[in-house]
């Protein structure tokens, strides 16, 4: 009797091992494969923020360009985690503060060829900030700004440059947290996200990450197990509770440009927010009616995504798309007398 179940059992732990290691397989040749990091050997210009998630941290940093020209780039950042924009820090007659991700921060370009830098250089009366973060939504930036502005002595402008990702960084969805973790090298893992109630009340939530299960990088099938069970967490932060069809991402951005225009204008500032990379366009039903309901200056200064613009192997704005950037604004700022006192 004890040998038959000592035969059945092993027969049963052997189908185990065999059938687990067939869908091992499978996945691995078919479908995923264990995880793995993206290792980047850039240097770490981020530090862990309890409330952004992370910010900037004071440094110069070079970095070898993406588009396979081995040139290199070099990030300046100051103590505040702004970008270094060669501000004239004499007889400033009021300050501009501009805000964002990885677009305004100018990832892939040196300092001199941001379009902060050469807003700078066409407005030397005033002291530029470029405080566009790496990664940053909506979210991390009206915080941020709610931060800053409080320590400018008189800001004149607000700019909050935008693009189309925001708006699922801003809710935290699942595939940009599985991309935070994936280049958590570069120091940002956690990251905040708004939330719409019932009530229609935005809420600002605790940074989160993906979750990690052990032995992932082992294992398709733990791979696989992990990537549902994140995907499944992750649904009740795309659609409002107890409704199917309002998604969030959408509401929060909304609120969250409107909260940047009322803390802008309750300092003395003007607001405006600049579409750097919106693919389509900001439709009437999603954003123009809101846009001018509200009030809120809208630019939008998208450049096509192709050679001219764009680094190569890297969706990120080259010097062209920056130098384009900036005659955008200077445009728009000219024409309507944003700088006039």
């Known amino acids: 009797m004890k040998n038959d179940f000592l ?99 100018g990832w892939g370009v040196n300092d001199n060829e941001t379009f902060s830098y050469k807003l700078q250089k066409k407005y030397n009366d005033f002291k530029i900030y470029n405080f566009g973060q790496g990664g940053y939504g909506s979210v991390q930036s009206f915080l941020l700004l709610e931060e800053q502005i409080k320590k400018i002595k008189s800001p004149k402008l607000v700019i909050y440059g935008i693009i189309q990702h925001h708006e699922y960084r801003n809710i935290a969805h699942v595939s940009w947290l599985r991309m935070l973790s994936q280049y958590s090298s570069r120091g940002h893992i956690l990251t905040p996200y708004g939330s719409v109630g019932i009530d229609n009340q935005l809420t600002f939530n605790q940074p989160i990450g993906y979750t990690k299960f052990p032995y992932r990088e082992m294992s398709s099938i733990i791979t696989l197990i992990e990537k549902v069970y994140n995907k499944l967490n992750g649904r009740k932060r795309v659609y409002i509770e107890k409704t199917k069809k309002k998604k969030q991402q959408l509401i929060v951005t909304k609120k969250i440009i409107l909260k940047m225009k009322e803390i802008s204008e309750k300092f003395g500032s003007k607001f405006i927010l600049v579409n750097l990379d919106w693919q389509g366009s900001f439709k009437e039903e999603n954003y123009e009616i809101f846009l001018k309901t509200n009030g809120i200056r809208f630019l939008n200064c998208s450049v096509p995504i192709n050679e001219k613009f764009f680094i190569q192997n890297d969706y990120h704005p080259n010097k062209n798309a920056h130098t384009y950037y900036k005659e955008c604004l200077v445009g728009y700022i000219e024409k309507e007398g944003l700088l006039k006192f």
């Open 7 to 105: 035969k059945k059992f092993t027969i049963f732990c052997i189908s185990v091992i065999i059938s687990l290691t067939s869908i091992e397989i499978l996945l691995r040749y078919f479908i995923i494969k264990p995880w793995n990091n993206i290792a980047k050997n850039d240097p770490k210009i981020f530090k862990n923020h309890p409330r952004f998630g992370w910010k900037a941290k004071k440094g110069s940093y070079t970095f070898l360009s993406p588009d396979n020209t081995h040139e290199k780039f070099v990030i300046n950042l100051n103590e505040n985690g702004d970008r270094e924009n060669g501000n004239n820090k004499n007889n400033s007659l009021s300050e501009i503060l501009i805000i964002g991700g990885s677009f305004t921060q």
